[in-house]
Every structure is written in C-alpha cells, then in structure tokens.
C-alpha cells in the first residue's frame, strides 16, 4: 500500500479512542483491531488512526509488546527524525482450536494469533451426530496438539462453528430422526467445557466463514460487504462498519433462503447455489458425491456436471445479490466455498457475467471477488471468534449503545 494511500485511511478511520484511563481496555483492543487490519502500524500512525495523544499510544505499545501481543519490525529509516518502528501481530501470542461441525465433515484446527492453520484433522461422515463429534474430538486433539507442537494448556480458547438449527435438515441426510433430533436442545459449550482446552464458544457455521475472511483475510479496507459460502447448503454472512453483524439470533446472512426467479428446481437460493445440487447430479450420473469433500479433490472428474452447476449458481447468485443490494449498499460481495481455487474462480467469473446482464436500475454494482480460505473457512472462522471477541471492537455494537 502507498504511504500516501495508508495516510489517508488512517485518518478516515471511523472509530476513535479515548485518553481516559478507564478504557485502557478499549484502547488497547482497537490498536490490535487497527494493525491485524494494516498489518503493522508505527506509533506516529497508530496516533493519527485513533486520535490518542502519542504518549498514550505509547503506553499501549509498550503494554501490548510486553504481554507477547506484538513484535517489533524493522525500523523505517531515511525520513527527518528518529526512525520509526512499525510493530505488528506476534503470530505465537495466542493459539486456538476452531471446530467445524458439517453437514458432511468433522474439521479441526489449531491456529495461531494471525490466522495461520497450524494443524488440521478431518474426518468425513454421511451426517452428523453429538456422539461422532465427540467421538471426532476425542480421537483427534491430542494428535492435532501434537502435530502443532503444543499442549492443551497453549490453547487460548475451543471455539465451534456450526449450522444452525441442523435437526432440521434430517430429511436431506436420510438420516435417523433420533439421532439428529439429538441436537435440537443440546448445550454445546456445556458438553465440551472441561473436555477440551479453554473456554468455549459457539457460532453459525456460515458466520464464522465470515469472519475468517473479515479477520485473517487479505488486508483491505471495505467496511460493508456480503459473504456468500457455498457448502453442502448455501450461507454465508454480513460485514457493516467494518464488523461482522450476527443481528439478534446470531443467524444474519443465513442467505439460502433468498428468493430466485425463473429457475427450474425451485424458487430458494439454497435450491441452486448449494454443493447438495451438485451432490444430487453426481449420485444421479452413478458417481461417488464424497469425493467432493476429500483433501485435495480432484472436481474434474464430474465434468459438465460442475460446469453445469456453476452456471446455474452463477446465475442464482446474480439475483440473490440484487436483492441484497437493494436493501444495504454493500461495497464488495465475497464468494467462497467448500471447493477447489479453479472452481472458486470459475464461479467468481460466471457471477460477474451475469451481473452485466441484470437489471440494476436502481442500486450500485458492488466489486465481485473470490474469498480466500475455501473448505478449512469455517473452521478457521470458529478460531477467529475467539480473536474478535477478545482482541477486536466490534462497531455494530458501540452504535447501539
């Protein structure tokens, strides 16, 4: 980024600090929000971002260095004065395991402070049950631990991502009413507190992939965008001011449900845009569906089938993106999935053509892009629900205060 280009954002960040001492809490998450978004931050920067004197921000810096949270950089020389010493995110302050529970797949992780997958387990299944997820945990922490070279007393927090509500989709699974009724009134956190390391957490799957992309994505610098995942069912989440907006039941931008015209099949995003459509037309051509989800599929075997459901996904989320927009008037929509890169692309490409066919009288066209963590989102975004409620501001909830 131009240093010009960084100033200018610096300057227009919508949140400021406080000189009082009383939210040297508050102050100090909002200089680790301000470098995980720019990646470093000198202290001259960081003051001009937050509106906190310099001697402030130096306290914070020194407080933050001194707890393991940042590391210094290479000092910036050839500028009037004394060089300045950009500090950025200690990738081992903290580490976290994150849990997917799928509709198709157990996903495990352990990841440090910035975001990186230390390491991972996965494990497939026809559908889920709280006994195969403890059954999952059971058999596979003390392995991932191993595998990341550390002990259960490294872990900063357990966090969960799953779908919502997922006693409902039993009919889809040819599953056992029973088996799946058992999720219905189950205390997640109160089952796995003490039966994995620290506290735990629980958020939509969809949410969670979300907050991946917002959190440990590329450094950019949107503040209202939309995040379609495609996985065996279509979710996604929403990004306003610069956070991820959960709304009153942690369930916003459970997009499935959008309304599709003129589409045979169904009138339901979910109907098109989901990997079960796809599912569907791989069983029915005699193929194997779960080699969809192994560790690197190989999706070219399911050809036209994958061009055909990209094509008529394409087009589904091309109305299910206006209707968004004529609602919020998001700057950028985010597309990702439990997919391969090539077919990530691909999709990207066939919704932005179809965006240039639709009618958008009436709203701006957002920026169109892929996201950036494909299968291991949703888990990956459990670990960053740890991240955001600890060490990041959430400005969805200052606003309603």
């Given at each position: 980024m131009k240093t010009e280009d960084k100033e200018d954002l610096l300057l227009s960040t919508p949140i400021r600090g406080s000189n009082q001492t009383a939210v040297r809490g508050f102050n100090e998450r909002l200089v680790l929000h301000l470098i995980r978004q720019y990646g470093a931050l000198t202290k001259a920067e960081a003051t001009r971002a937050t509106g906190l004197s310099p001697n402030a921000v130096s306290v914070i810096f020194k407080a933050l260095e001194a707890d393991g949270l940042l590391l210094r950089q290479a000092p910036i020389r050839g500028r009037v004065g004394q060089p300045s010493v950009p500090m950025c995110l200690n990738p081992d302050a903290r580490h976290y395991v994150g849990l997917k529970v799928g509709r198709r797949s157990f996903d495990m992780v352990i990841a440090d402070f910035t975001g990186a997958v230390v390491a991972r387990r996965l494990r497939q299944h026809s559908y889920p049950t709280p006994d195969g997820m403890l059954d999952f945990i059971k058999t596979n922490l003390t392995p991932l631990l191993r595998a990341a070279g550390k002990k259960r007393g490294d872990m900063s927090g357990f966090?969960?991502?799953?779908?919502?509500?997922?006693?409902?989709?039993?009919?889809?699974?040819?599953?056992?009413?029973?088996?799946?009724?058992?999720?219905?009134?189950?205390?997640?956190?109160?089952?796995?507190?003490?039966?994995?390391?620290?506290?735990?957490?629980?958020?939509?799957?969809g949410t969670a992939a979300c907050r991946c992309e917002l959190v440990f994505g590329p450094q950019n610098h949107r503040q209202d965008f939309i995040y379609f995942f495609a996985g065996t069912f279509i979710g996604g989440g929403i990004v306003l001011n610069g956070s991820v907006f959960t709304g009153r039941r942690g369930n916003s931008g459970g997009l499935g449900p959008l309304r599709i015209p003129d589409e045979p099949g169904g009138h339901r995003l979910i109907d098109h845009a989901s990997l079960a459509v796809l599912e569907r037309q791989i069983t029915k051509a005699g193929g194997d569906p779960n080699a969809l989800y192994v560790e690197n599929p190989d999706w070219d075997q399911f050809e036209p089938l994958v061009g055909d459901w990209i094509a008529r996904a394409g087009r589904s989320l091309g109305h299910a993106i206006v209707s968004t927009l004529a609602i919020i008037d998001f700057e950028a929509v985010i597309i990702d999935g439990a997919f391969p890169d090539a077919v990530r692309a691909r999709l990207v490409g066939e919704v932005r053509r179809q965006m240039d066919q639709l009618d958008l009288q009436g709203v701006y066209r957002p920026e169109i892009g892929p996201g950036h963590f494909g299968s291991v989102a949703r888990a990956l975004g459990a670990a960053a629900h740890c991240i955001s409620t600890d060490y990041m501001i959430d400005q969805n909830t200052l606003q309603r205060k």
């Amino acid at each position: 980024m131009k240093t010009e280009d960084k100033e200018d954002l610096l300057l227009s960040t919508p949140i400021r600090g406080s000189n009082q001492t009383a939210v040297r809490g508050f102050n100090e998450r909002l200089v680790l929000h301000l470098i995980r978004q720019y990646g470093a931050l000198t202290k001259a920067e960081a003051t001009r971002a937050t509106g906190l004197s310099p001697n402030a921000v130096s306290v914070i810096f020194k407080a933050l260095e001194a707890d393991g949270l940042l590391l210094r950089q290479a000092p910036i020389r050839g500028r009037v004065g004394q060089p300045s010493v950009p500090m950025c995110l200690n990738p081992d302050a903290r580490h976290y395991v994150g849990l997917k529970v799928g509709r198709r797949s157990f996903d495990m992780v352990i990841a440090d402070f910035t975001g990186a997958v230390v390491a991972r387990r996965l494990r497939q299944h026809s559908y889920p049950t709280p006994d195969g997820m403890l059954d999952f945990i059971k058999t596979n922490l003390t392995p991932l631990l191993r595998a990341a070279g550390k002990k259960r007393g490294d872990m900063s927090g357990f966090s969960v991502a799953m779908p919502s509500e997922l006693w409902h989709w039993r009919d889809v699974f040819d599953a056992p009413r029973e088996e799946m009724g058992a999720w219905q009134d189950l205390d997640i956190k109160g089952m796995l507190n003490g039966f994995v390391p620290g506290p735990v957490t629980c958020e939509n799957d969809g949410t969670a992939a979300c907050r991946c992309e917002l959190v440990f994505g590329p450094q950019n610098h949107r503040q209202d965008f939309i995040y379609f995942f495609a996985g065996t069912f279509i979710g996604g989440g929403i990004v306003l001011n610069g956070s991820v907006f959960t709304g009153r039941r942690g369930n916003s931008g459970g997009l499935g449900p959008l309304r599709i015209p003129d589409e045979p099949g169904g009138h339901r995003l979910i109907d098109h845009a989901s990997l079960a459509v796809l599912e569907r037309q791989i069983t029915k051509a005699g193929g194997d569906p779960n080699a969809l989800y192994v560790e690197n599929p190989d999706w070219d075997q399911f050809e036209p089938l994958v061009g055909d459901w990209i094509a008529r996904a394409g087009r589904s989320l091309g109305h299910a993106i206006v209707s968004t927009l004529a609602i919020i008037d998001f700057e950028a929509v985010i597309i990702d999935g439990a997919f391969p890169d090539a077919v990530r692309a691909r999709l990207v490409g066939e919704v932005r053509r179809q965006m240039d066919q639709l009618d958008l009288q009436g709203v701006y066209r957002p920026e169109i892009g892929p996201g950036h963590f494909g299968s291991v989102a949703r888990a990956l975004g459990a670990a960053a629900h740890c991240i955001s409620t600890d060490y990041m501001i959430d400005q969805n909830t200052l606003q309603r205060k």
